[in-house]
């Protein structure tokens, strides 16, 4: 059974004067992932390292030791979706700014670009942090409209919410790639739906299907990311079907978007 969110201790908020908007940093794990956390923090904060914002880990029963890492446990693993809703309960902040544990940044991230987008936005449910993919109908300079219909909608992937509509719009049996399918059917209600026009959080993923992809591992080696894990290498025959499968992506990316989530829906 999970914990109560009662026994979630808050850690100490940051200095208000460097955290210009209610928001915390979430990332969403469970204890199979252990062996990958003390890279994906080093290195978040290597490349975030004015973070302001009060920085969590969702795991099951695992601790993790970092004065910068606030740790939520949440008992017993029934799924992604189920653990994340029960974390969200614990968080006090108005936004969060969701990742994965196994993508790591490849570039500084920019705090002061960040947040004065969000603050040229204003209300807002949702803002993608990346063109990936873009925002259909351009608003300004840096920012665009995710118009409802939208197939990707609710990416995981460096996206900030409102917390409240994160939490109503997961469903506990979902991973995070049904969530991505049909959350984004859900999210159709909101409209104050958003992306960023320009990269602001580049990555590279590391683990795919629970085993370690060789190209991502020898970039992050060469950047000076000290990756220790006792997972498997994706075999060159896996390797290369990832790597089909990302011009697939491509290629999908490239049809009217109106009609990507009709096709995407049939596959």
């Known amino acids: 059974m999970p914990r109560s969110t009662e026994s979630l201790a808050y850690a100490p908020r940051p200095d208000p004067r460097a955290s210009p908007v209610d928001l915390a940093v979430l990332v969403p794990s469970c204890d199979a992932y252990s062996d990958v956390w003390p890279s994906f923090f080093d290195t978040l904060f290597k490349r975030w390292s004015d973070c302001p914002f009060r920085v969590y880990l969702v795991s099951n029963f695992a601790e993790y030791r970092d004065p910068r890492v606030q740790l939520l446990q949440v008992g017993e693993d029934r799924g992604w979706s189920a653990n994340l809703k029960t974390a969200l309960d614990a968080v006090p902040e108005t936004y969060v700014l969701l990742t994965i544990d196994d993508l790591y940044p490849t570039a ?151 009609l990507q989530r009709r096709i995407r829906g049939n596959f």
């Open 108 to 258: 500084r991230i920019d705090t002061v670009g960040l947040v004065s987008l969000i603050e040229e936005i204003g209300d807002f449910d949702y803002l993608r942090l990346n063109p990936y993919p873009g925002p259909r109908k351009r608003l300004s300079r840096r920012v665009g409209l995710v118009p409802p219909g939208d197939v990707y909608r609710t990416s995981t992937v460096f996206s900030v919410w409102r917390r409240e509509v994160l939490h109503d719009l997961l469903v506990e049996d979902e991973s995070p790639w049904q969530f991505e399918l049909d959350g984004s059917k859900r999210s159709d209600r909101f409209d104050r739906w958003f992306a960023s026009r320009r990269w602001l959080v580049p990555y590279l993923n590391l683990v795919v299907k629970r085993k370690i992809d060789p190209l991502a591992l020898l970039r992050l080696r060469r950047s000076g990311v000290a990756v220790h894990s006792p997972r498997q290498l994706l075999t060159p025959s896996e390797t290369l079907l990832l790597r089909l499968k990302g011009i697939r992506s491509r290629v999908f990316g490239a049809l009217p978007w109106q």
